[in-house]
T-cell receptor, first 110, second 111 residues
Framework: KAGVTQTPRYLIKTRGQQVTLSCSPI?????VSWYQQTPGQGLQFLFE???????NKGNFPGRFSGRQFSNSRSEMNVSTLELGDSALYLC?????????FGSGTRLTVV | GQQLNQSPQSMFIQEGEDVSMNCTSS?????WLWYKQDPGEGPVLLIA?????ELTSNGRLTAQFGITRKDSFLNISASIPSDVGIYFC???????????FGTGTRLQVFP
């Protein structure tokens, strides 16, 4: 089965802009989680969606939001970008057989 | 954010040596997972543990779910150069699907 697909792979934005990242989970997986990875903070949980509903949320400001569509694809949006938002954003899909990560979107805010 | 205590932070070993790393927490976990991450890629699942005391192997890798459900270790035997990368433990808290990650162990293997 195809893996988790994240697009785009790389993105450069300027401060104040907003960005939308996309994640297509493994076919049949209903849960999609998003993580932010930075050298200083490691992997930090952003939120998790299951069947179009946000099921869990991490400790990130309201500028970070997400949604999930009926086909389980998920998007993550960050508004009013700050320099500190530069990170690798990872999405993971899961069903009953564990979490599978995508290759991530590397966001650089300049 | 919430993270697990993972040690050591980094290891520099010679090819053929065995490696051991562990994660500890004050919280009780339902599931322990071990991942490996290569540069520029997402973490790849190595081993999943679902029961306290469970000992599971995957080739040269062996991991155990601690009896107290608050810790786990990963051993790599007879290391090879392609073992280089960052290894993360992750625990799934009871009654939630949220994963808490360890701080990572960076492994370097010299020929």
């Amino acid at each position: 089965k195809a893996g988790v697909t994240q697009t785009p792979r790389y993105l450069i934005k300027t401060r104040g802009q907003q960005v939308t990242l996309s994640c297509s989970p493994i076919s049949g997986h209903r849960s999609v989680s998003w993580y932010q990875q930075t050298p200083g903070q490691g992997l930090q949980f952003l939120f998790e969606y299951f069947s179009e509903t946000q099921r869990n949320k991490g400790n990130f400001p309201g500028r970070f939001s997400g949604r999930q569509f009926s086909n389980s694809r998920s998007e993550m949006n960050v508004s009013t970008l700050e320099l500190g938002d530069s990170a690798l954003y990872l999405c993971a899909s899961s069903e009953d057989d564990g979490y599978t990560f995508g290759s991530g979107t590397r966001l650089t805010v300049v | 954010g919430q993270q697990l205590n993972q040690s050591p932070q980094s290891m520099f070993i010679q090819e053929g040596e065995d490696v051991s790393m562990n994660c500890t927490s004050s919280s009780i976990f339902n599931t322990w997972l071990w991942y490996k991450q290569d540069p520029g890629e997402g973490p790849v699942l190595l081993i999943a543990l679902y029961k306290a005391g469970e000992l599971t192997s995957n080739g040269r890798l062996t991991a155990q779910f601690g009896i107290t459900r608050k810790d786990s270790f990963l051993n790599i035997s007879a290391s090879i150069p392609s073992d280089v990368g960052i290894y993360f433990c992750a625990g799934q808290l009871i009654n939630t699907d949220k994963l808490i990650f360890g701080t990572g162990t960076r492994l370097q293997v010299f020929p």
